[in-house]
């Protein structure tokens, strides 16, 4: 193992870092180690090991990735389905800085599920950059799932850059629990006419977490469609940021694009900004943000109790509510299952963080 480099790293002053914890990190308190990294399902379309270049890189983490990536590719041949979701887990160890690199390269007419999760081997600080690069062919089909849930302590930095071509549909999902510091740039591209992509997100903080989303969704041919619907809870001390960016080119006429971000904030302490934005260069197009941050609705609450439910359960039983529109989303029903109880586990808590 060797220590990372002293890096130059961005500042919270960045438009596209404002309100994250950048500055608190210390790289050099990790040692290079790559994750362990386990596959499950559509092996015959998995090759590891070699170096693979990604679409961009878009600040040092994800320079970093390239400098020490450890990488799966995923191909999917033109006109092949592939029947399982290929499940891709990295687990890392406290003390070390991992960089797993995932490419996808989804062929014409071509489907696949890949769900990519994040765990930590124990308790501890850990740095993870992953970088996730998919291009999806004219016609083929992608749904991507990325479940972070690393240790309390452990920073997560990672980017989602993805291309679709003509006529391509694009899933993403995220869930994010885990974390002291977990952040997910996402980059999508709608490169060529009739290209869709549809985005949800689930997060919960508590403690002292903080959940950080910045979204790009970019179209850059005509009669394009994105749909973005974020929702996210923080409690006791925990934040969150999302800051989302529309951009429709001045080529892409006919474009439908759409983004909402939705937050509830559980106790008096916990925080949660959200900054959506448009950029808008042709006049023959549907778009349209939405944003709130507020506590449950006084409505809802008095409707549960006044139906002889506890107030503790109220609460409990809105923000499943709340998080349901996503998770019936989610490409797998038994890991939904899976992440219901997480929330509720963590719901439980009464003060704490899971």
Not at 247 to 252: G, L, V
Not at 335 to 341: G, K, S, T
Request: hydrophobic share 40%; aromatic share 6%; proline share 5%.
């Amino acid at each position: 193992m060797a220590q990372l480099r002293e890096l130059a790293l961005p500042s919270a002053d960045e438009e596209i870092w404002r309100y994250s914890r950048i500055d608190a990190l210390d790289p050099t308190a990790f040692e290079l180690e790559a994750a362990d990294t386990a596959v499950s399902g559509g092996e015959n379309y998995v090759t590891r090991g070699a170096s693979a270049a990604v679409l961009a890189e878009p600040d040092v983490f994800a320079e970093l990735n390239t400098e020490h990536q450890s990488t799966l590719v995923v191909e999917v041949p033109r006109g092949t389905t592939v029947d399982e979701p290929i499940v891709i887990t990295h687990t890392s160890r406290p003390g070390t800085a991992s960089f797993p690199r995932t490419v996808l390269r989804v062929g014409e007419n071509a489907e696949v599920t890949v769900i990519e999760r994040f765990a930590s081997a124990s308790a501890g600080p850990a740095l993870v950059a992953p970088v996730l690069s998919a291009e999806v062919a004219p016609a083929g089909r992608l749904t991507y799932l990325a479940v972070n849930d690393v240790d309390l302590e452990a920073w997560q930095i990672g980017h989602q850059l993805v291309v679709g071509d003509r006529d391509s549909s694009v899933r993403l999902s995220t869930v994010t629990l885990g974390g002291y510091y977990t952040r997910v740039r996402t980059e999508v591209r709608s490169s060529g006419q009739g290209a869709s992509t549809k985005q949800v997100a689930l997060y919960f903080a508590g403690g002292d977490q903080m959940h950080d989303f910045r979204v790009i969704q970019d179209h850059d041919a005509p009669h394009t469609s994105s749909d973005l619907l974020f929702k996210g809870a923080v409690q006791d001390r925990a934040r969150s940021v999302y800051t989302g960016l529309i951009t429709i080119r001045e080529h892409a006429r006919g474009t439908a694009a759409y983004q909402t971000n939705r937050n509830l904030t559980l106790s008096d302490g916990a925080w949660a900004e959200s900054v959506p934005n448009l950029d808008i260069r042709t006049n023959d197009v549907k778009c349209s943000h939405a944003s709130t941050v507020g506590p449950i609705d006084d409505d809802q609450r008095f409707y549960l109790e006044s139906r002889g439910v506890p107030p503790e359960t109220a609460e409990r039983l809105v923000v499943l509510g709340f998080f349901e529109e996503v998770l019936d989303q989610l490409p797998s029903g038994q890991l939904a299952d899976e992440l219901r109880a997480a929330v509720a586990d963590k719901l439980n808590l009464q003060g704490g963080a899971s």
